[in-house]
């Protein structure tokens, strides 16, 4: 593999060439990664993710609405380590001289966090945990037939916030007439019924990101 990465920001952009058989690759962080988002750069071909939140024989889509699958073909079911995460043998990840590139994250206190919460679906819903400012959150319903979503406080720089991109659509931008969520100064609470991102019993995985270490923020 090629690889740049911000070992102190827990995230590497990795480029390889994929070989049609079970292999591993190199992302050059320093922890493993609980976040990996891959797609092919010389062929039409679906983003493949592996969210540590629900281990290697599981598999998302970016750009599909479909729920965690289960197949041994994108990951081989194979943990990544601190310095390797494995492909399989389906084009998705891994197409015999196919080109890809990889995004690579794990958490980093005050800076980042990949984690998961379960939905309860009322508008009173689940505060997730992150130890700093929310500035940026993207979120699957891993559980549910539901599109990613992105909430950020640049679109969005009041609570709740409402201003909604989905990554896996060609949707603009759109605002809910509902409350959606409240990014605060040490994670996010949801403040929305709605199974896309609160849905009853139903596990979430999201990755967000820091305006500020925590200890530097200020309460909203």
């Not at 197949?71 to 389906?90: D, H, I, K, R, Y």
Request: proline share 3%; with cysteine; aromatic share 12%.
């Amino acid at each position: 593999s090629t690889v740049s990465a911000n070992v102190d920001a827990g995230f590497s952009i990795v480029s390889y060439t994929g070989t049609g058989s079970a292999t591993t690759i190199g992302h050059g962080l320093s922890a493993k990664p609980e976040l990996i988002i891959a797609k092919s750069t010389s062929e039409s071909q679906q983003w493949g993710v592996q969210s540590g939140t629900l281990g290697a024989t599981k598999y998302l889509l970016l750009d599909t609405t479909g729920s965690a699958g289960t197949a041994s073909s994108l990951w081989n079911n194979t943990e990544p380590t601190a310095s390797l995460f494995t492909v399989g043998t389906t084009s998705t990840t891994n197409a015999n001289n196919e080109s890809y590139i990889a995004y690579c994250f794990h958490s980093v206190d005050g800076y980042s966090k990949v984690g998961s919460y379960t939905g309860n679906a009322n508008d009173d819903g689940t505060f997730v945990y992150t130890g700093f400012a929310v500035s940026y959150v993207l979120v699957k319903n891993t559980q549910a037939s539901q599109s990613w979503w992105v909430i950020d406080n640049k679109r969005s720089p009041h609570n709740p916030a409402d201003e909604t991109l989905y990554p896996n659509l060609g949707n603009a931008e759109e605002t809910w007439s509902n409350k959606f969520i409240d990014c605060l100064s040490n994670g996010f609470k949801i403040r929305y019924n709605h199974p896309i991102l609160n849905g009853s019993n139903q596990k979430l995985t999201y990755i967000a990101f820091a305006e500020t270490p925590f200890k530097y923020s200020n309460a909203k």
